[in-house]
């Protein structure tokens, strides 16, 4: 008796094929069948879902992203509703919110669920008896407009398809299924009029709604013997081939409609770099691409060789494609390796090994002798490519071990455990690479240069899709700018104001930390009130709302944002002017963010002199009414024209903040205004000359907050324009 049983898993199907062998290898192969039964037994139940989360609802698998129980998906846009329908005790998954049931969810972003018919139905003295219009919401998921048709059934029907796009346009199409009163003239399998018609679902639009319902021209009356209804559905390519036994009844309810589905709305690149990106592609040997669809988003994939779920940890294991199918030869041994196989011949054989290659064949004496002289060569090369690729990796290991030093030395673990303790912050920043940068500035060049401060330099630079930026350098070997820097990262993220310079990134894996931020192309307040080049003057009413404007920042971040900030630096040079000469407020370095258990912060004094709150010098308590007085001092700056500190003027003119309010009790600020000013209303001036005194009281208690500055500059604005 000769029998030899091979095993092949294929799906979830054990195939048994009988060949000719000896029966001396048989009790070898039950043990490689018992061996293939475990191993096969471990893919089909390999997990799709988080652990302790339920992978099944009735008989459809739910891989994660998606999920039906609380925290087993990725985010709500992946919620899957398990509930019993009325009419059966069994779980059925439902799309929230819709009666569209889920019949099977892959990996690769497609996701089939069930559309009901429309239909439209007469009576044989043609009087309507039933008609239904399908309206279907489009929620999270887009109908694939290449793989799905809508059909119209009848031999007196119109099929009607309505959309609505993300843009709120309509679109309506149709198509004609006729026949005859003999329906004999009708093709099974034809669905191209007679009896059947099709049409495309739009495409290029990202469609929010869809409608689709049967018309009749006639009634169905001449037709009514063997058709009484018209039937119109959306349905997959392939999952409907037309019947005449349709005609007189369809007898499905509904049809399996293809939705595409994708991760947010990035691109793989961008979530990559996003650093606080929930990224999904969790699989260790897991790769992200772009969904090919017409909404934005990316999707997960295993590695060739390997399968399972990309958005789980270690989701993706490796197949051994030894002990499934495999091309080797049957003289071969199969080898399996991470992620692939080789077949290797026996000694004294060569080839590949494989059905398809060049098998194994006996090696003549000059093959071996050949074989030989090519081995050695081939070592040669490889020790030679080996030593320069190890050089290689090891300058590239060098490269990449600096790059994780200055990140670590930049304060890059600080700012992720910043920006993870802040999550509501409305826009994350960008990473960018060193390289992008270089390209930027061309290598950081001096004639790029917008200004220096005391924490560093400012580069203006163009990034390549031509959005102009600016780019601040950290000063050098200096570790205490590192804390103000990281400080003004984690700041600007968590602020969403129109008159705050908008943060846009950051640079961590250089000697010298580097900040992104949108580019304000008109300088700073400072500039045009004390350059004498400066060829825009500043008008009184341009003053008063550049005064209200950063007075409103100031009333956002005391009492407005999430968690309250106070800025600690407010000076006419960090009040930068768009082409409107819009103020936005800058340098956030040195900015606090204040528990909101605590109304008061000690800390070591820092600011600027001529702008500093005196009692915060004398104590090194901090409040928000620190903001205040160094806004009074941007206040008669703007009423002067005066430089806030200035050691050429006489002793007791050198600060403005002093002489402003010793002119104020003597009645002299008609004296000290700036002849530039323009102002019609002079008892404006002297309500705005009213608030600065107010803020650069000496005792904070008796400073107003900036909430009430704000809305009484506002007033006056409004009164003056």
């Not at 490689?32 to 096969?40: N, P």
């Not at 007196?156 to 004999?184: F, K, M, P, Q």
Request: aromatic residues 8%.
């Amino acid at each position: 008796m000769n029998l030899r049983v091979n095993f092949i898993v294929r799906s979830k199907k054990v195939v048994v094929r009988q060949t000719k062998v000896t029966m001396a290898v048989h009790s070898k192969q039950i043990l490689l069948m018992l061996l293939l039964v475990v191993l096969y037994t471990k893919v089909a139940t390999q997990p799709m879902s988080l652990p302790n989360c339920p992978e099944m609802c009735g008989s459809v698998t739910i891989p994660f992203p998606f999920g039906f129980t609380e925290g087993c998906f990725l985010d709500s846009t992946f919620l899957i509703n398990c509930n019993k329908t009325s009419n059966s005790k069994k779980l059925v998954p439902f799309l929230p919110n819709t009666n569209q049931t889920v019949l099977n969810i892959t990996l690769n972003g497609e996701l089939h669920v069930a559309w009901p018919v429309a239909k439209d139905c007469y009576s044989k003295n043609s009087i309507r008896t039933e008609q239904t219009i399908q309206f279907i919401n489009m929620t999270h998921f887009h109908l694939s407009p290449t793989r799905n048709k809508l059909v119209a059934v009848g031999c007196d029907t119109s099929g009607i398809l309505g959309v609505i796009d993300s843009e709120g346009n309509n679109y309506t199409s149709g198509c004609l299924a006729w026949c005859n009163r003999h329906a004999d003239l009708v093709a099974n399998e034809s669905c191209s009029g007679p009896g059947c018609c099709q049409i495309s679902v739009p495409q290029g639009r990202v469609l929010t709604e869809v409608f689709y319902f049967p018309l009749s021209s006639s009634s169905h009356s001449a037709v009514y013997d063997f058709n009484p209804c018209g039937y119109v559905f959306i349905v997959e390519n392939g999952d409907y081939i037309f019947a005449t036994t349709d005609l007189p009844k369809l007898k499905k309810k509904n049809f399996p409609v293809l939705l595409d589905w994708a991760v947010g709305n990035q691109t793989c690149q961008q979530a990559q770099k996003d650093l606080s990106s929930k990224y999904a592609c969790k699989a260790d040997r897991s790769i992200c691409y772009d969904a090919e669809t017409i909404k934005s988003g990316y999707l997960c994939k295993c590695f060739d060789g390997y399968r399972g779920n990309p958005y789980l940890i270690h989701g993706c294991e490796d197949i051994n494609e030894c002990t499934e199918s495999n091309d080797c030869v049957q003289e071969a041994t199969c080898d399996n390796l991470p992620g692939s196989y080789h077949c290797l011949c026996p000694k004294g054989h060569e080839g590949d090994g494989k059905m398809n290659g060049t098998k194994c064949n006996p090696k003549s004496r000059k093959d071996i002798i050949y074989i030989i002289a090519l081995s050695v060569c081939v070592g040669l090369v490889a020790l030679l490519v080996g030593s320069n690729y190890a050089y290689l990796a090891l300058k590239q290991r060098k490269l990449d071990k600096l790059k994780e030093q200055f990140f670590q030395q930049n304060g890059g673990l600080l700012l992720q455990q910043k920006i993870g303790r802040h999550e509501r912050s409305t826009e994350t920043p960008r990473v960018f690479t060193i390289e992008e940068l270089n390209e930027a500035t061309n290598n950081f060049d001096e004639g790029k240069i917008l200004g220096k401060g005391s924490q560093g330099t400012v580069y203006k630079g163009v990034l390549q899709d031509k959005s102009i930026v600016a780019i601040k350098k950290s000063k050098i070997n200096d570790q205490n700018q590192i804390e103000p820097f990281i400080n003004e990262v984690v700041v600007l993220s968590q602020i969403n104001h129109r008159n705050v310079v908008r943060i846009l990134g950051c640079c961590l894996e250089t000697e010298v930390p580097l900040l992104v931020y949108e580019f304000i192309p008109n300088g700073t307040v400072y500039d045009h009130l004390h350059d004498q080049n400066q060829s825009i003057k500043l008008t009184w009413k341009t003053r008063l709302r550049i005064a209200k404007e950063t007075a409103g920042v100031l009333a956002y971040l005391h009492s407005a944002a999430s968690t309250p900030i106070i800025h600690r630096d407010i000076k006419s040079t960090n009040i930068l002017l768009d082409v409107n000469l819009i103020a936005k407020v800058s340098d956030f370095g040195a900015s606090k963010i204040v528990p909101l258990d605590h109304s008061l912060i000690t800390t070591l004094v820092q600011g600027t002199l001529g702008y500093l709150d005196p009692e915060y010098l004398q104590t090194s308590v901090l409040t928000e009414k620190s903001d205040v007085y160094s806004f009074g001092v941007v206040l008669a700056e703007l009423l002067t024209g005066k430089k806030a500190l200035c050691y050429s003027r006489p002793v007791v003119e050198r600060s403005l903040a002093m002489y402003f309010v010793s002119s104020m009790k003597e009645d002299r600020l008609v004296h000290i205004l700036d002849s530039n000013i323009d102002a019609g209303n002079v008892e404006h001036l002297k309500e705005v000359a009213l608030i600065a005194e107010r803020c650069l009281r000496v005792n904070s208690e008796e400073r107003p907050s900036m909430k009430e500055v704000a809305m009484e500059l506002e007033g006056i604005l409004v009164i003056e324009e």
